[in-house]
């Protein structure tokens, strides 16, 4: 259908028409951005390109399921199987409970551990063992790869090649010099430059900061346990007694005042303020596993707006990872009504174990709130048209802002109090906790700036400067150029063995190619959009209500900085976002 001429014709006749004028934005919107992709699919092509271009898409589409397959594979084949409880040695109850679950799943006496995030890094967070986390590590970040205890077994390294070369083809086949620029059509950014200059400017003012939190780690290393030279396996470890030492707590202290219902409730009631809007349970929706439940939003006039399921917990077989999607989208049926939009929320915590409730740490809860943040903007809608309704239409970089910006409410005093009680006797979370938690807000920012930079600069650059005319010869470029971000990025060394690119999924299997920049972008947006409701109130039902008409309900139909500036009164500015992470203080310190 993109590369169908008699339709692009009959589309541009509409732009042509005096018509067009009369036409709403949403279906102004759709006309423009339906031109726009018909080029990029190629319309413009004679008959063999244009069949070579078919041949491309269906081809990455059936490379990038089998990177993801891969990593699935390899993440679900390796474990790692304890007998002696004296191993264990740091790691909380119910991490263990996980463990001993996990081996009787197999059928297996003692403890087993998975590559499943929430095993792994927990794991390698609390093990005193050294050994086991050098294991854990190896296991993990050599996943799909030549490398490590399954070497060769699921490997992308030939896969990733050919998703790049296919990709740079079809880049070129419309005319661009690359994928980077490619990517680049669809996006609020214009030009790699652009993006670069914006992601080094980061960088410059984030790694000093980063290399100073590496080196108290390294500091804490050398004093506790007279290590001399911190792996990368340690880091995480020592960060963690770090922390505790510095602040005295730990994620897992989060866990008894955060059970999931509260959490949920929680969570309904600051949108209500916010937004007006009604959550409530429908159970007579059918779902897929017991863990499923199903929601429906009314708005302040008792209308009905959209439904989501949410699927919380990690379980064998799962796609990993905290993520939204589309179950259905809002559309105008046939002159009788709307079709209300479906969200997934899907999110991978530690299941209930022993007849505990869902008990998430603060990390878990930013999660939350992250991925109902899309949910949001999928179903708080307007726009009746679906290809411009909700997430759809809204370009990559400006997609997380909504999500972004919800996580906010998770540092607030005052929808803590409506989000947190002890699980066995209701109290909120104690405000001692809370101002550790606050203390700690900004513990190692800076590392992990960096390490979003470095994903970030590596994702754009590989998509910026691949060439097909080197691919095959000696290491693959992929390599070559993540060591090469390495060199201005890394502030914690990475073994050689390190495979980090094979599940690099975002990139490889998703829709964040040449795009993986779109989160910090995104984060300029949400942080300095939460500083107008820091001026106002937080609660503030005005700005809120500017937040959910000029952002929420406007789906991709509004270009992302004329919404903005709409709601903020002028451009957005990097000074939110540092200081939002504690950098700019920092720095000036
Ligand atoms: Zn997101």
Redesign the pocket.
Known sequence: LSQNEKLFQAIQSLIRSPDFEMLSPAQKKIIENDLRDFRLAGVHLPADQKERMATLQKELTQLMTKYSENVMDATQSWTLHITDPYQLEGLPPQALQLAIDNAKRRGLEGYVFTLDYPSYSTAVRFLRDRELRKQLYEAYSTRASDQGPMAGKWDNTAIMEKILKVRHEIAQLVGFKNYAEYSLATKMAKTPDEVLHFLHDLLIRSKAIAEKEYEEVRQLAKSLDNLSALEIWDVSYYSEKLQELKFKFSQEDFRPYFPIQKVLDGMFTLVNKLYGIHIREEKNIEVWHPHVRFFSIHDDKNELRGGFYIDLYARPHKRDGAWMDECRVRRLLDGKGIQHPIAYLTCNFMPPVDGLPGLLTHDDVLTLF??FG?CLHHMLTKVDYPSVAGINGVPWDAV?FP?QFMENYCWEKESLSLISGHYETGEPLPDELYQKMIAAKHFQTGLQMVRQLEFAIFDFRLHLEYDPAKSGEGEPQTQLILNDVRKNTSVIPVPAFNRFQHSFSHVFAGSYAAGYYSYKWAEVLSSDAYAKFEEQGIFDRKTGRAFMENILEMGGVRDPMSAFIAFRGREPTIDALLKQNGITKRTAA
């Open positions: 992250h991925e899309h997380e999500s």
